[in-house]
């Protein structure tokens, strides 16, 4: 069992947002207990809505080849990223096989993700280079930019530690270190992800054609910060050392 520590989250009491050792991992994206009424069901919310207005906006218009992708590939990285990180939040040390599958699937979701987000990526790029655009047109280019070489390396990051510990020391130093990844993840890709977005709403091409709706994406990224910020666990962030009860 996790100590009481280990097993406390942001909010809620000790066990809140813990997976059970029968529970299945799908049931990490909304962990329904008794007193934390499985914040995570907010983020799935906002995830859903987020999606379904880029979604609906972009195919509602004529379909670009060189551009129509893009949207609808990045929309998609996001979800399936924030799928990624609810997957592995409720995961604690103390069961150390959920943990090592946990992490598993979390580096496979994301993964994932990462590849459906440089194929955004790729689309946009293939469209200014045909189109002889220039590449730094506006915020969101320049926030796009941003944000890839970010997520790069928080991946590579990420995948070195759990693949090749021995890059770290060992596995002891490299489990010490995913506290950083942790960390980075919260106060740097989450609220880089969250400006490329809504810079995305003053765009030329939403504005004159998508018509993408800002308080949907306001009121989405607020749910989902609303779904993650109460799972954190203070210890895997450094904050304070598991103690037994």
């Known amino acids: ?21 029968n529970q299945p991992f ?7 207990h008794i007193r934390l009424k499985g914040t995570g069901f907010f983020t799935l919310v906002g995830v859903v809505m987020f999606c379904f207005e880029v979604w ?5 218009q004529k379909f670009l080849p060189l551009f129509t992708p893009h ?7 996001v979800a399936i990223a924030l799928i ?30 990462g590849l459906t987000f440089m194929a955004g990526v790729a689309i946009i790029e293939a469209n200014k280079i045909k189109g002889n655009n220039p590449h730094f047109k506006s915020l969101h280019a320049y926030l796009g930019v941003a944000t890839a070489i970010i997520i790069a390396c928080q991946a590579t990051f990420g995948v070195l530690m759990w693949a090749v ?10 489990k010490a270190t995913w506290k950083y990844h942790r960390w980075f993840a919260y106060v740097v890709v989450l609220p880089m992800i969250v400006f490329t977005c809504l ?26 910060i609303m779904g993650l910020a109460p799972r954190i666990h203070l210890d895997k962030l450094g904050f304070r050392q598991p103690t037994s009860i």
């Open 56 to 60: 609906y906006s972009t195919l509602s």
């Open 165 to 174: 510990p021995g890059a770290f020391g060992g596995v002891d130093n490299a």
């Open 84 to 113: 990624g990180v609810l997957v592995l939040q409720p995961t604690t040390s103390a069961d150390t096989e959920r943990k090592r599958q946990g992490a598993r699937l979390h580096v496979g979701i994301m993964g994932l993700a």
């Open 26 to 32: 799908y049931a990490n994206l909304y962990l329904v």
């Open 199 to 224: 810079s995305s709403l003053g765009t030329g091409f939403n504005v004159n054609v998508l018509h993408m709706r800002p308080w949907i994406f306001y009121l989405s990224f607020i749910l989902t």
């Open 1 to 21: 069992m996790p100590t009481r520590r280990e097993s406390e989250p942001l909010l809620g009491r000790p066990g809140d947002a813990t997976q059970a050792s």
């Open 71 to 77: 949207p609808l590939l990045q929309s998609a990285a």
